[in-house]
């Protein structure tokens, strides 16, 4: 009878104590697995009423768990991987405009601006001149206006203007044989200080740094 007794306690005790670990194991389970359905010794068990369920059970037969949420308090992630490849190209357009940026803007701030407003108005001399030379060859004497030249002579003048200059110019008093021999034309500077120039069918281009239009009494450039 002793003896019984004892194997009735052990086998008490081993019941408990299954019991015991199948729960614990079942709570661990819940508190530590992402899974729907935490999986203990081969079997999945639901992990609020901790019954035995299939593998592919979306709802809780026992409790009415719904088994596709994550357990309540439990943080899911959702950080968005990050496109390597992409946020890499995104750096390089951004760098390959900021480059952009600086490469038009840094000359234009630490340039002389003098030097570029005249190196404009000596180009636009010099095309004018060479398209009213092309004038005088066609017809046998220079225009009595600008306006025969035409895109020419409007492109000319904008390309001072860019500079802050205006062009003007000045055809000779018609010969006898009523044909324009000669002209002047000067290049005058908006802004104080930058050189004034004059030139005329001889293409020697005269400069003045005095508030005034240079006239041929001027000195040539060099």
Not at 153 to 170: I, N
């Amino acid at each position: 009878m002793f003896s019984d007794t004892i194997v009735g306690a052990a086998n008490w005790f081993g019941m408990a104590d299954w019991r015991w670990m199948r729960s614990g194991w079942a709570h661990a389970g819940r508190l530590t697995s992402t899974s729907p359905l935490p999986r203990i010794l081969g079997m999945y068990v639901c992990r609020e009423c901790d019954q035995e369920l299939n593998q592919s059970s979306e709802l809780c037969p026992y409790c009415g768990t719904d088994l596709t949420q994550p357990p309540a308090g439990e943080v899911v992630s959702t950080k968005k991987r990050v496109n390597l490849p992409r946020t890499i190209t995104l750096w390089a357009m951004m760098i390959a405009a900021l480059w952009g940026i600086l490469w038009v803007a840094v000359p234009m701030r630490f340039s002389n601006p003098a030097k570029q407003s005249e190196t404009r108005a000596l180009e636009a001399m010099t095309n004018l001149r060479s398209a009213l030379h092309d004038y005088a060859a066609a017809q046998g004497a220079y225009p009595p206006s600008l306006e025969p030249i035409g895109e020419p002579a409007r492109a000319a003048a904008q390309w001072a203007q860019s500079g802050g200059y205006s062009l003007q110019y000045t055809p000779a008093d018609p010969g006898p044989n009523g044909r324009i021999a000669n002209y002047s034309l000067s290049a005058r500077a908006g802004n104080y200080g930058f050189r004034n120039f004059f030139s005329d069918d001889s293409a020697v281009i005269r400069a003045t740094h005095e508030d005034r239009p240079a006239t041929i009494q001027d000195p040539p450039i060099k």
